[in-house]
């Protein structure tokens, strides 16, 4: 399919998906949702795709957040719709992918763009990545999902604490905190995600899909039971019988 605003590249087992919206910062507005959300749909249906990168052009910005004009004049209801819609679509849809995907946050990454990264299941940024949710300071609140993930990420205290203030933070800071799992030079950003995701993508994919659910479910009353019930499944499926069979053998088995 051809893109107008993100870029799709194929990397062996790895895929990288490139917001391409340069001149406003890589803002979300509605068209570049749709596309991100219809990527994610073509590469969990590839097999050759084990792992997704997410990151946005140049080294300003990974998503400077969503693109105010195009919602400025809402009311209530077509304000609750974007935001349903839009968790739905695209957020949502992140967090639970078959597949994993894992946010390269090169630079800026306020409000949505904070948002998507959050709905990622791991998030790598540059050493100059500012991130917030600033949305207080427009006399709004997260509405996708900000409000849910962030204290599951660093806290209720220290997600209230970023909310109400509305203030960036450093990617020093993030990873201090636990909204990032590492920090590198931009230079560097790209290529350190591409190792960990090929890491990645010679494990099982039947299992890390199987993981991705469980982890999903872990501040639930369902994730106990959950792990149990897909450690059992697991049992009966070749990715299974490769890797036990593989290590008895001393070898690296070929999921």
């Known amino acids: 399919m051809n893109y107008e605003n993100v870029l799709l590249k194929n990397e062996d087992k790895v895929s990288i998906i490139t917001i391409n919206r340069p001149e406003s910062l890589n803002a979300l507005n509605a068209q570049t949702i749709q596309e991100i959300s219809t990527a994610l749909d073509e590469l969990n249906t590839d097999s050759s795709c084990r792992v997704i990168i997410l990151t946005g052009s140049g080294e300003k910005s990974f998503v400077a957040g969503a693109d105010i004009k195009e919602f400025s004049e809402f009311g209530q209801e077509k304000a609750e719709e974007l935001a349903r819609n839009g968790q739905n679509l695209l957020f949502n849809k992140i967090e639970n992918m078959s ?10 990454a306020l409000g949505g763009g904070l948002e998507l990264a959050m709905a990622c299941h791991i998030r ?64 560097e950003l790209l ?42 499944e697991l049992f009966e499926m070749e990715d299974k019988k490769e890797g036990v069979t593989a290590f008895l053998e001393k070898r690296k088995p070929n999921f």
């Open 99 to 108: 597949k994993p995907v894992i946010a390269a946050v090169n630079g800026f």
């Open 191 to 232: 290529t350190k995600t591409k190792e960990l995701a090929n890491l990645i993508a010679h494990n099982s994919p039947m299992a890390i899909s199987k993981a991705i659910n469980a982890v999903n479910l872990s501040d639930t009353d369902k994730g106990f039971d959950t792990e149990i019930k897909y450690f059992g």
């Open 124 to 187: 790598y940024a540059s050493e100059n990545a500012k991130l917030g949710l600033p949305e207080v300071t427009l006399g709004l609140i997260p509405g996708y999902g900000g409000t849910q993930r962030l204290p599951k990420l660093v806290g209720k205290g220290i997600a209230n604490e970023m909310i109400f203030s509305a203030k960036m933070i450093s990617a020093q800071k993030a990873k201090e905190i636990g909204l990032v799992n590492e920090v590198y030079p931009i230079e």
